[in-house]
């Protein structure tokens, strides 16, 4: 590698400010050598060029005269023109640019700097690292010298802080995004100026499921919550569902299925904020239907069957009050892990009578005949952490189907918000007015039917893609109902939308609404499919941390296996949510590996 060009013959090659010899070794990182193997590598080869686009900026560059040059070879190369240093030394020297790099004899000297041009990305990827290093310091010195101030206002002080701050969790957000792409850009989780999003440890939806008329009530919620956006969706979508009524339904075969959504939303009991999305979505919906949101139909502490039937039970008197024939429920579970364990005990009615609930059957109990409740409508979300959610799914309760009637929503805070104090009155006000017209007139639709948009897309698309069960295993049985599930959601948006017909933006949504609690479900259990072998290689790349897992220790791992068959294992981990190829840094070359990012 060459040195520092210091001599007189690239004497205009500067650095990016110039620094006194009592300060030599208080230079900000940085690494020359990389930075011009970089430059080096793209001058060699063009098919390098787009590798470091990816990883690193021009302004990353330390030395202006560097930057300046890489801006002219991205010129060249978006211009179809060769990048080397004679076509590059005419495009610089056109522009009056040549002397002050230091001449075309320092284009020269840059490729004999380059090891080898295979490098560049990683080349590249030492220079970023350089230059956000160099950002940290420059926000550090200049908030240390803005408080060392003595007239600095303490009010001015903090926002300034909170800025730079915003700034820099802004950038980490989307560099780690670039890394390990997790399907389509999402406005709602993704990096703006002026919002604080904390970063993210599991899967992220698709936009798509934020459509029509709930996912605009989501967006102009979002602001004034630090709720996951999806668990807000997830609330207003089951809580609506509830609210409307027994009356809307769709046939799957000779099924008859009605208009209830369960889900549990999942995630850290600090940083889940899954009571903030609930309270998000009924503050806006009790204001719509308050005489709905009261204890009469929003009820708390499943205990057992007889309890939840209890609530909705016929009235047998000779002249029945009109509120005892509404049975709308939305049973809300702070607490769901107790009610878990409740439908664990021996003996226990509860799980039997969710089933019925959850198909909208009739329910009754054995142990007391007097008791039963006929054409209930009674919907069911709950909140649990994922360390209790794990514990608690044991094989005997996925063998009951219980617990593959509900969604699981992975959650997590979405924005930090220390001084909110939620949507305005006014917000709140006109989005209840939406609201009230639109489950008003759902409650009055009888059948809902399919556009032939919505309906090719099923029968083509989503029923084949959510009725493969050849995966097997813990996950399958958890998303068992998801064919017919898929229309019950779509049919809550499309009657949230004010039609009593279900279209392809409906289907789509709900069917990405789907694949999200599948992730949810991997992200949170771990186990992806049926393959013995596929589960292995997962729970090594997990164990393996963020160093990930190389070709070499997979090849360990299936000793007797062929390398074909380690590359289809290696395939489908990869289609799974979480899974992705990075490179791993060494003395020599990155190696590529598998890691798991959530």
Known sequence: MTAEPSSSQYANVRPLRSVPEAEIDRVPPQDLEAEQSVLGAM??????????????????????????????????????????????????????????????????????????????????????????????????????????????DTETLRTAVLEQITQLTAEIAESETDAAPAGPPNPLYDPQPGLIRP??????????????????????????????????????????????????????????????????????????????????????????????????????????????????????????????????????????????SRGRREGSSLPGVLRQAWDGDSLGSMIRDSLKATDPHIAILGHITPEEFCAKMQDSEMAGGTYNRFLPIFCHRNLILPGSRGASPELVANLASGWRTVLTDAGRVDKVKFSDDAWDLYCQTVYPALSDDSAGGVIAQFTARAAPYVQRVAMVYALCDHTDTITEQHMRAAWHLLNYARASAVHLLGSISGDPKVNKLADAVRAAGPNGLAADQIRRLFKNTTRADRDRLTAELLDQPGYVRTQRQGKGRPTTVITYVG
Not at 98 to 118: E, N
Not at 201 to 208: F, I, K, L, S, Y
Request: charged share 20%.
């Open 199 to 340: 970063q993210r440890p599991g899967p992220v939806p698709h936009p798509d499921v934020f459509c029509g008329w709930v996912g605009e009530t989501v967006r102009e919620l979002d602001p004034t919550t630090e709720a996951d956006p999806v668990a807000v969706l997830v609330n207003l979508l089951s809580a609506a569902g509830s609210v409307i009524g027994r009356r809307p339904h769709l046939m799957v075969g000779n099924d008859r299925h009605p208009c209830l959504i369960w889900a549990l939303t999942i995630g850290p009991t600090a940083s889940g904020r899954k009571g903030s999305a609930t309270s998000t979505a009924r503050r806006v919906l009790a204001e719509a239907v308050p005489d709905f949101f009261g204890p009469e139909h929003t009820p708390r502490g499943l205990n057992s069957g007889e309890g939840l039937i209890e609530y909705v039970k016929d009235d047998d008197s000779d002249d029945p009050t009109p509120a005892s024939l509404d049975k709308r429920l939305w049973v809300l579970e702070s607490e769901y892990a107790v009610t878990m």
């Open 43 to 152: 001058l060699l080869s063009a098919e390098v060029i787009d590798d470091v686009v990816e990883a690193m900026d021009p302004g990353d560059h330390y030395w202006p005269a560097h930057e300046t040059i890489h801006r002219a070879i991205l010129d060249l190369h978006g211009a179809g023109q060769p990048a080397d240093p004679i076509t590059l030394a005419h495009h610089l020297g056109k522009r009056g640019y040549l002397a002050r790099v230091g001449g075309a004899s320092y284009l020269h000297t840059l490729v004999q700097a380059v090891p080898t041009a295979a490098n560049a990305e990683y080349y590249a990827e030492i220079v970023h690292e350089a230059a956000e290093r160099r950002r940290l310091i420059e926000v550090g010195t200049c908030l240390v010298q803005a408080a060392s101030t003595r007239n600095t």
